[in-house]
């Protein structure tokens, strides 16, 4: 499999039309807008693009659209710990760590890829952190109309796991809100899930949350323990890491410096919400 070229108008059209994307969407951008000026106590970004990203997530059905918008909100608004975002600056050492990060090269189905490797972890980085910063990053990555269209994948390299110092990153209430952003209240298409040296305790972790997971979400969850070829039947060799058994040569420092300046976006981000 060949690194995937962004620029094909095929692979866009069968996109489109796998979630009944109309040629013009501008009725349904109207349609979306006037259900949020009737939330009388939301501010929401009212702009196309925005309208757009959530009208994708849903497959262009309107009112499934404006109820993701209203649970991208009500996150904020019942959780502001955890949801309300910190900015990248103030995380700048833990980003330059490889913990977390995006690949640079789409899989061949023009999905994005995120990497999360536990031994990049730095002490004193909570699971609250990982979570926040997480969540800076979908915020990010979903601004992009061709993430919009194809989603994204998340690899989870838990090799280096110590339970008395990583047993954090395996709590089930995280997971919980975790699933909860995937499934209810963030305008992403989630299309995998691959779990690397995982260790046992994970699977009690999912056998908790498997059936809060609707069936498409559950046969998107893999576990390669330490079969790289498992995990290559699904993403190329050709865009991994040398540590996953890929051919890339990859420093994450560089994605982290491009992720540092979205700060200006971030924050405006912060304006919007319910007040009630």
């Not at 908790?208 to 790289?228: A, T």
């Amino acid at each position: 499999m060949s690194q995937f070229q962004i620029d094909s108008s095929d692979w866009k059209f069968k996109l489109q039309k796998e979630i009944n994307e109309p040629s013009d969407p501008r009725l349904a951008i109207d349609e979306l807008r006037t259900l949020i000026k009737g939330d009388i106590f939301l501010k929401s970004r009212m702009d196309d693009a925005f309208m757009l990203k959530f009208l994708r997530a849903r497959k262009f059905q309107v009112n499934k659209a404006f109820k993701l918008i209203q649970n991208y909100f009500e996150a904020k608004e019942k959780n502001p710990k955890l949801f309300n975002l910190t900015f990248p600056s103030k995380n700048k050492v833990f980003l330059e760590s490889g913990t977390v990060f995006m690949l640079p090269h789409r899989d061949q189905h023009g999905r994005e890829i995120y990497v999360f490797r536990m031994d990049k972890v730095l002490p004193g980085i909570s699971i609250e952190d990982v979570f926040k910063i997480n969540l800076m990053i979908l915020e990010v990555i979903s601004e992009h109309p061709d993430t919009q269209l194809a989603g994204m994948i998340a690899i989870a390299d838990f090799t280096g796991f110590k339970w008395l110092k990583h047993y954090q990153y395996l709590s089930p209430y995280y997971a919980k809100k975790s699933a909860e952003v995937v499934q209810e209240s963030f305008p992403l298409r989630f299309q995998g899930f691959h779990f690397i040296n995982e260790p046992l305790y994970l699977y009690t972790v999912y056998s908790i949350m498997k059936p809060f997971l609707k069936e498409k979400l559950r046969c998107r969850v893999h576990f390669h323990g330490s079969n790289f070829n498992s995990l290559h039947k699904y993403i190329a060799p050709n865009i991994l890491p040398t540590y996953f058994d890929g051919n890339l040569e990859f420093d994450p420092i560089t994605w982290a410096q491009q992720f540092l300046s979205k700060e200006q976006y971030l924050k405006e981000l912060g304006q919007y919400g319910y007040n009630r």
